[in-house]
């Protein structure tokens, strides 16, 4: 990224050039997510290891739902947010990031609570799995808002032009990648 | 994941001679370095000069001790003959049992093949000396020896009063504690207090410590 | 930095006495540990007895000072604050001082990783040696307590592992040359790298501090049910690998990227040094298994600070040892996978002939790779299903048919070459010697029946240090010998690089070997006392390797010695092909003037005689 | 050619040498053996030994002859090698030898053997055997006989002993927990039971059982030769070196009369 500044403005260098130079930025961004995406097998992985396929009757299902359908209204603004981004507006990816940056924080927040007022044993086997997946989704959901929280700084400050514009977007992304993973482990932990 | 690199295009219209000193960055990283070793190999005798300075300070009343895996908090006390005590010994460590042996005059081995593991005192501190029990919770046992012990908490199988089975001390299970009211004997000079237990590896492992017992 | 604009006179520059990077970061770290530490301790979570230290405490107290560390050495004005697009002036260092600094040349970078790994390599050879001094007697005599023998061995390990096997060779050579020998000037993510390389020196100064919270007895490996007993030291292994797996990480992900897609024209895949290739192997390695180690850390920092039961005695125990040896055996991969490399990428320039077989040596690299997925209960035959050995046994033994490709290679290059026997040549030729012997002695390992009665003790040792020493640090020498006039310009002294050579080869051969026999005879591994029959043996390999420590002593000195006073060479003394060497010798901060762009390979040295040329078109930097 | 002479000949003599070398020293691999188990990856090792001798010297002397054969002399006006960059059968050879190695390998003592042990390990052959039970703790072995009802085998002193009558398949029955606290679970650690001259050892996990099976063919004890003990082969805390237990493998009548004195002392 710091190359490209280096070597100068969008201005001076053709379409194309800049395309592939986005083309190769998102696949870097895809790796990093398969690697990101690791702890989330494992943790299904030790779930199934650890306690089966057993769910427990206290489970919380219906914080468990309106969390989940919190987060992919999030989803569905983030995406919006790429959008507008897409078109180089910038005040519309700040109006949809606030919005996902509230569900999205309302919604971590839930899971915050029910990682504290936990009804499961954590001695449990399920309990354990239980508290350690919703903490890692808690952790990844933090580092999403901040990075999102960060992308909108940045645009209230500095607006959007070509060249800054996948920054905006792949910040965004990446929240999308937080919520699909918690959908992964919402269904993994409370359905199936 | 963020992108633009904005810092460096604005230093040119403003640009800044960096100057960090050579001196600070020396000394700072070279007292860094000599306080890790510091740390990792002179604590304990900085511990020592530390508590040096504090002079004697005799124990009465009410004395905590503390149990960790594997090591006694203080590891080190003074007593006076005739002082009234209230020993207060807590297991701190959450997994593992603990004990306090108090005596001195060398060790009983353990004849085995290639070891040379202490298995307790000769010679028992407790031996004759009345002790009250006052609270008591989560001991594994307590064996009395040739103490003469009330317990004001109602004794469970924990108190182990037959003889033969080793001096006198209290097992704490993980979390447990117990206290124990005296006075201190006439039996001045240097004690050692340990923590014989699973399998005497304890005590091998530096969970010691020594009482000096002035003369009243 | 001092910038004057064209055209305009030179503006006068202001001047800014600014505390040093590294000794702010430590500052703030301190500061984010005492400030989070106290919170937690005193405030959120109080326990009995008001310990200053608790395991929660300690744990967010880490976490800030980390942060603070890597804000204070200069990522607060670089990384944080610019995400947030708020621009701060944090002028960039220069000279000696950015290596102690901030820095996105991925060249300094380089160097900060090959300095830490340095710095861990020799403290963990230091707790070797205390090792061995105790080792010389059969009882308790230099270590006060067996329990700090045990934990002097976990750190050796740890520090060994994770921030010398996993980071010289990726980190440290990976970042300096890589960008170099694929024709780019930088890396695709500097402001990672600028930041990871300083989370190694955070990892190895948690590791070596653990003692301060407590022995840990668990060896290298953290072992489950074992570290929820030991005293709370073990807390700072866990989270001081996190740091440096961590940095590996963020490596792989980078040199991923650079290698896949900042090629210089005309790089094609067919083309690509087999360093690339090797460092894109173990890369892969990282990416996939890093992340499962890390959570699986986490899920025993967990289990000591909540607690949960995961890895306890009443949890699952096995589940640790199979998580943690699936990624434990890829780890030596990802070790010796670039070592390979290396063999192949200086064996043709000193033998003057093309890459033998250069397809078959990437075919080992990433079979190799894919392999090491299979192997990893190999490590577990003591502890496991009678029926669940065999195919754990069979694809330890397929393994070594791909790792034997690098072998294929390099005797195919060296048939009938004219051959330099330099000091790099040696180093690798010793390598591949002592390597051929870990693999040899893995045969044994592999095979179930034999493993019952080799398990934990002497002999695994040995085994694995033939690798790991045989494969990764002889490796480590024999690049540090032959990209040392690209680093510096100068060249080493012949003569002293011979001695350092057979001086390293002797005392690690001797120490090692002997291990073998002792492992045999039943030598059992963490053990600081031993039955007296065995005091013989372990008196003769302590002597090897205080032989061997002081090798490694006198090839550092002798190494920083020519960097800074050898004698001058030209640029690319030893007439090599590869894009590295088509650079000014040290290069410049931007390596290449121009883009180059690769019109043949880099390994076709059959067709030149005495004038050699340079299959690039490298743009204006030679005209 | 000349190259290709001199090495098959260096090769030849090298690995004749070698294979003499594994017939003197071979049988000695495991130094000292006192369990069929034992001889069996005795044999194992040997034949692997057998095998690997020609590649190791192949491999070493490469490394060795062609460095020197092929070295640059400064006299000489060429620089450039003349081997080729591919040479298809030198490559299959290679190939093909190294996957049939380890298959055969794989086959041969790999899954032989362990089959042999999968058998000594069936429920049918252990009917006869000897049973001990094996408890570890930190840092301790207790054994007890339960079919000859001693509860915690001792000797004089009081340490934890272990007596084995000879030629007697035994088969040791591993738990790990504390016996003087069995409520406190979170003791438990892995341990590995190990007797270093019966050539196997077997990890003893918390809340598991596991089986090792061996028929001791000797009659000796610790003392006679210190690789005849019970060890710790797994890292267990600090008290890991001290985790061992003497070890006595005597006759049959002499086993009986221990039996009897154990009895007597009420173990």
Known sequence: MAARTAMGSAQTRSDVESRIEQRKMRSAFAIFLFSMSVPYFMMINVRYIMSGGFIPPALDQTTGAIQTVLLVISLLTAVAAVRRVQQGDGRGYKRMTDVTLFLGGVGTLMQGYELW?????????????????????????????LVLAAGRERVKRIGVTPERQLGYELSSWYWVFTVITWVALYVELYLL | MDGEDRSKETVGSDAVEVDWSRRSFLIGTSSVLAASAIALFESSNIAKAFSALNGLQVDSGLTKVYQQDYYYIPNQMTWRVGTPMTLHIHNLSPTHFHEMQIGRGGFQRDPNYYTDLRIQFNEDFWDGVPVTIKEEHAVDNLVTNKAIVTSIPKPGPWLITAPGNGNFSPTLRPGGSISLTFTVPNKPGIWEYGCFVQGFIHYADGMKGTINILPA | MSVARIGDAPLPLRKKQIMPPVIRGLLWAGIGFLVVNCLVAYL??????????TQPSVVFGWIAATAGWLLGIGGLENVLLPSFGITVTYPEATGWRRYFAYSTNHKVIGIQYLVSSTGGFFIAGLAAMLMRIQLMGDHM????????????????????????????????????????????NSSAFPRMSALSVWLVPAGIMTVILSPLLGEWTTGWRGYEPLAQNDPNGILFYYLGVLALTLSSLMVSLNLTTTILFKRAKGLTWNRLPMYAWGILAVSLLNIIWLPEIEITFILAVLDRVVPLPFFTAVGSPITYLELFWLFGHPEVYIIVVPAFAIWME???????????????????????????????AHHMFTNMRLTEMLPFSFFTEMISIPTGFAYMVVIGTLWRSRFRMTVPSLFVLMSMFNFLIGGMTGVFLADPVINLQLHDTFFVVAHFHFTIIGGMVFTWLAAMYYWLPKFSGRMYNSKMGVLGAIWVFIGFDGAFSLMFIQGLRGMNRWVPVYPPYLQGINIVISIFAFILGLGFLFNLIHIAWAMKSGKKVQENPWQSKTLEWQTTSPPAEESFAAAPVVTGSFYDYEDDDESFSIPTTPGPVSM | MADLLIFGVLWVVFSVLGELGVSAWGHNFYYYTASTQALDGLSASVFLFRFLTPIFVFVVLMLIFIPLRARRRSRDSVVRGKGARFNATYVTIWVTLSL???????????????????????????QHDLVVDVVARQWQ?????????????LNANGNNVLYLPVNRPVEFVLRSYDPNHPYAVGLDVIHSFWIPAFGEKMDVIPG??????????????????????????EVCGPGHPYMYATVHIVSDAAFKQWVKQQLKAGN
């Open chain 1, 117 to 145: 007022y936990h009804p499961l044993n954590p001695m449990s086997h399920y309990g354990e799995t239980f508290l350690a997946t919703v903490g890692l989704s808690v952790v990844m959901g933090l580092v999403g808002l």
């Open chain 3, 44 to 53: 959120l979570d109080p326990q009995y007895g008001d310990p200053f230290i």
């Open chain 3, 141 to 184: 005599w230099f270590f006060p307590y067996a329990g700090q023998y045990i934990e002097t061995v976990g750190i050796h390990g740890t520090i060994m592992m994770f921030s010398v096997g996993t980071v010289a060779l990726v980190g440290g050579l990976g970042n300096y040359l890589i960008p170099m020998m694929i024709g780019s």
């Open chain 3, 346 to 376: 200086i064996m043709p320039v000193m033998a003057r002939k093309p890459l033998f077989a250069r397809e078959w040596g990437i075919i080992g690299l990433i079979f190799v790779m894919m392999l090491s997925g299979f192997v990893w």
């Open chain 4, 100 to 126: 049939a190695v380890n298959l055969l390998f794989f086959v041969h003592p790999t899954t032989s053997a362990a089959e042999q042990m999968f058998k000594e390990m069936s429920p049918q052959a252990e």
């Open chain 4, 141 to 153: 072995w207790f054994f007890s006989y339960p079919q000859y009802g001693i509860q915690n085998a």
């Open chain 4, 208 to 233: 598991e059982t596991r089986y090792m099976v061996a028929t001791p063919t000797k009659i000796a004890s610790t003392e006679t030769n210190p690789e005849v003990r019970v060890q710790c082969a």
